[in-house]
């Protein structure tokens, strides 16, 4: 979608960018691995030892592992037919593949969010997809899930007071993310309703984005006549498959949902420690969560954010064992959930990719999907 203007750079000036990143990089792995070596080895441990989580884990029947291995399956498959959704031509085989194989990158490596999108394009392109109809499905899916993420803290808090359970911390926090939420959507909305507004959102996020790339001796961007273009064909995919994109990405995050909820049922906390509507909205709030990059995937925050929020909402209740036992299946119940929804994805993910070099039955050129290439060529403009 960009259009970038060309500038030849010095030898030296590019040995000192080349410098930069891989400093930068160093910083990014030291503190990644600083900020999970103390959640993991300093602060877990000290609200349930391992053992303990281990003798909970242990108390799961095989019937109870294999109710969770199928659920995330389903919620594996639920990624897949959203990115079909998004990408008109794609097929769930292909969307399986680039989707395990890109998450499995960003939730390895530092700023992999960057690198999978990468990926992404990469093998999109491959598969015979244009550079605009791949930037489309991520746009938009993006701003599906995005919406998601903070309609369904809302959905939480009612949940919550039409049943007494909210506290002063809820309503800030929902009252924070209903704002968000309005103000995204609507200069989403205005974007997608008026093409100058459109262009001048474009317009000003180019000029914003160039400032900081003359930081590192880059080229200006320039995305106003792409944006409005970008536009067009956002209304477009839309108007044919809003349907589609609102019930897989609501399916998506309730079943990532239900994950946690097993979790917490198989290893013993009932609904009477911690209600349904209690584990929703803790699973809303923490949500937010994975939007800091602090770490790949945000490992270790995460899971200490699931495991105090969840602490908190059973106040106290621990249903007939001790507050040790209890604090032990809290934490033993995230670890299972994060075990199956960010650990799983790294080496099915790595297998996925290896199918993808091996693979070449699936290559093709945009031509054989019947989708014209509308890559933006560069200009001056």
């Known amino acids: 979608m960009s259009e970038v203007v060309a500038e030849s750079i010095p030898p030296e000036q590019g040995a000192a960018k080349a410098r930069r990143r891989r400093v930068w990089r160093i910083v990014q792995i030291v503190l990644a691995i600083a900020i999970a070596v103390a959640i993991f080895w300093g602060i877990l441990p000290k609200i349930a030892s391992y ?16 109710s969770l291995v199928l659920i995330t399956g389903f919620n594996l498959w639920t990624y897949w037919v959203q990115m079909v959704a998004g990408l008109p031509g794609l097929r769930i085989r292909e969307a399986a593949v680039n989707n395990e194989a890109s998450t499995a990158v960003a939730n390895t490596v530092p700023a992999g969010g960057v690198v999978s999108l990468g990926l992404t394009y990469t093998m999109f392109r491959s598969w015979g997809f244009s550079d605009s109809g791949i930037a489309l499905m991520i746009t938009v899916t993006g701003a599906w899930n995005l919406l998601a993420k903070f309609v369904f803290p809302v ?17 800030v926090a929902t009252g924070i993310g209903l704002v968000v939420f309005v103000v ?10 008026k093409e100058n507004f459109a262009r001048a959102l474009f317009g000003a996020a180019s000029r914003t984005v160039s400032w900081f790339r003359s930081w590192f001796h880059k080229p200006a961007v320039h995305w106003g ?7 067009g064909e956002t209304i477009e995919l839309i108007k044919d498959r809003w349907w589609m994109l609102t019930w897989t990405t609501l399916i998506s995050h309730f079943a990532l949902f239900l994950v946690l909820l097993f979790s917490l049922r198989h290893v013993g906390v009932s609904e009477n420690e911690i209600s349904f509507i209690q584990v929703f909205a803790v699973f809303s709030f923490v949500r937010l969560l994975s939007a800091i990059p602090l770490t790949p995937g945000g490992v270790g925050i995460v899971e200490l954010g699931y495991v105090g929020a969840l602490l908190l909402a059973a106040k106290g209740k621990y249903g007939g064992v001790s507050k040790d036992v209890f604090e032990a299946q809290i934490t033993a119940a995230v670890l299972v959930f994060r075990a199956l929804t960010y650990g799983v994805q790294i080496p099915l993910g790595a297998l996925c990719y290896l199918f993808y070099l091996k693979n070449r039955s699936w290559r093709r050129t945009p031509v054989q999907h019947g989708v014209v290439d509308t890559r933006v060529a560069p200009s001056g403009t």
């Open 51 to 66: 053992g303990e989580v281990w003798d909970a884990l242990k108390s799961m029947t095989w019937l109870e592992l294999g």
């Open 155 to 171: 959905f939480a808090l009612l949940a919550l007071v039409v049943t007494g359970q909210a506290t002063g911390g809820l309503l």
């Open 184 to 193: 995204l959507g609507t200069i989403a909305a205005l974007a997608l309703w």
């Open 225 to 231: 006549r792409s944006g409005a273009r970008f536009r």
